[in-house]
């Protein structure tokens, strides 16, 4: 195998590996709480002193803990709120903020970026044709767990997106 080719190989193992480390991430297992603070980390060691990205979420108590799909799912709306504002908006500044509690939790992703212009924002087959995907599928996974999904946003003005959800039991 030439020098090239075990490079290669080497990039799409690792690829692999990170893809399959992605689809839950580790450190749900530690609940939401942790997990959005290592995401919140991540990005920022990512997006350097190009954005600053804030966390403000009071640490919760450790026991304090939802159902398996309303963690991954709620993250995964972090996450992609996150990841479409370092790749559309051009922001400044990021933040995540918000609260968990017991049997409820509000989160909302906020940026100062250049917004866009959102017409159809609940209808979900607009939002594809249109070739928004990651909002397609964050507002199908808050749907997926009872959790209501807003966002607000208009050019040149930022984007935010809010999380609520109050258990059901």
């Not at 002193?49 to 966390?55: A, C, F, H, M, N």
């Not at 922001?91 to 509690?101: A, D, F, K, S, Y």
């Not at 939790?105 to 087959?125: Q, R």
Request: net charge negative; hydrophobic share 40%.
């Amino acid at each position: 195998m030439s020098l090239n080719s075990q490079d290669s190989f080497e990039k799409v193992i690792a690829s692999l590996r990170q893809t399959i480390s992605d689809l839950r991430p580790r450190m749900l297992d530690y609940g939401l709480y942790l997990a959005l603070v290592s995401l919140v980390d991540a990005l920022q060691d990512r997006a350097g002193d190009s954005v600053k990205i804030v966390l403000e979420l009071p640490e919760v108590e450790s026991g304090v803990r939802y159902k398996e799909q309303v963690e991954l799912y709620t993250y995964r709306i972090v996450q992609q709120a996150c990841e479409n504002a370092l790749k559309h908006a051009r922001p400044h500044t990021l933040t995540v903020r918000g609260r968990l509690e017991a049997q409820s939790f509000h989160l909302a992703i906020e940026d100062d970026g250049t917004g866009f212009e959102l017409a159809a924002k609940n209808d979900l087959a607009k939002l594809q044709v249109d070739g928004h995907f990651g909002l397609v599928g964050m507002y199908e996974r808050a749907s997926l767990v009872d959790a209501d999904l807003h966002i607000e946003t208009a050019a040149r003005h930022g984007t935010r997106v809010e999380i609520n959800w109050r258990s059901s039991s």
